[in-house]
């Protein structure tokens, strides 16, 4: 299950998560994001339990969009520990994000 993480919810949801967290930034506008959101649905429920999966919309939350430099939508940000530590601009199979997932797991 994906949770809608708002300006307010992210330090709980993400930064305090305790496992790893893939954050979908994206806008109900945009078009790429509307091809990536059943893949982030699929991986939300491959990887529940042992990933957290989040979107924010870009539109209604600009303060954390801000804070991490979203210029492009949609951006996949992937959190360990607290910190970004890696990124995915745009939309690409699913398979490239099923491996970036395990290489967060390790």
Do not use: H
């Not at 949770?3 to 305790?18: H, S």
């Not at 954050?23 to 529940?48: H, N, Y």
């Not at 969009?65 to 607290?82: D, E, V």
């Not at 910190?83 to 199979?93: A, E, F, M, S, T």
């Amino acid at each position: 299950m994906t949770i809608e993480i708002t300006d307010l919810n992210f330090q709980e949801v993400v930064i305090d998560a305790g496992k790893p967290v893939l954050v979908d930034f994206w806008a109900e506008w945009c078009g790429p994001c509307r091809m990536l959101t059943p893949i982030v649905k699929e991986l939300s429920t491959e990887f529940d339990g042992r990933v957290v999966v989040g979107k924010v919309d870009v539109d209604s939350n600009p303060g954390i969009s801000a804070k991490y430099g979203i210029r492009n939508i949609p951006t996949l940000l992937f959190f360990k520990g607290g910190q970004v530590v890696d990124k995915q601009v745009g939309v690409v199979p699913k398979g490239s994000l099923v491996n970036k997932l395990e290489a967060l797991l390790k």
